[in-house]
């Protein structure tokens, strides 16, 4: 098992930026596939970045493609989300994740059902 808490959201202007952690303790970090997922006011949880094991492998939903960046420290214990040039249609509460599964790859590591140990979500606001 694996516990995270996400955090690093705020209050940002539109073509600002934010950098989300997502700490994990219990199991090692490198352990788990992990990806981050958004969720915005009267809209379903979507994806929104994901990370392989070892950090060589990144994948984007299409909406954040050049502007985000995810990342990980193993050592850390430590997953980051990059968020660069902040819209407002990007407002949303944020979610770190592990995946239940060792290996995934394009387009099921992306896919909300191949995770289940969640963060308890960071807000992330941005103004226009």
């Known amino acids: 098992q694996v516990q995270l808490v996400d955090s690093g959201g705020g209050l940002v202007q539109a073509g600002g930026s934010l950098r989300l952690s997502c700490a994990a303790s219990?199991?090692?970090?490198?352990?788990?596939?992990m990806g981050w997922f958004r969720q915005a006011p009267g809209k379903e949880r979507e994806s929104v970045a994901a990370?392989?094991?070892?950090?060589?492998?990144?994948y984007y939903a299409d909406s954040v493609k050049g502007r985000f960046t995810i990342s990980r420290d193993n050592a850390k214990n430590t997953v980051y989300l990059q968020m660069n040039s902040l819209r407002p249609e990007d407002t949303a509460v944020y979610y770190c994740?592990?995946?239940?599964?060792?290996?995934?790859?394009?387009?099921?590591?992306?896919?909300?059902?191949?995770?289940?140990?969640w963060g308890q979500g960071t807000q992330v606001t941005v103004s226009s």
């Open positions: 219990g199991r090692t970090l490198n352990s788990y596939v």
């Open positions: 994740a592990a995946s239940l599964y060792t290996y995934l790859s394009y387009p099921q590591i992306l896919a909300e059902n191949r995770y289940g140990y």
């Open positions: 990370i392989s094991r070892s950090g060589g492998s990144t």
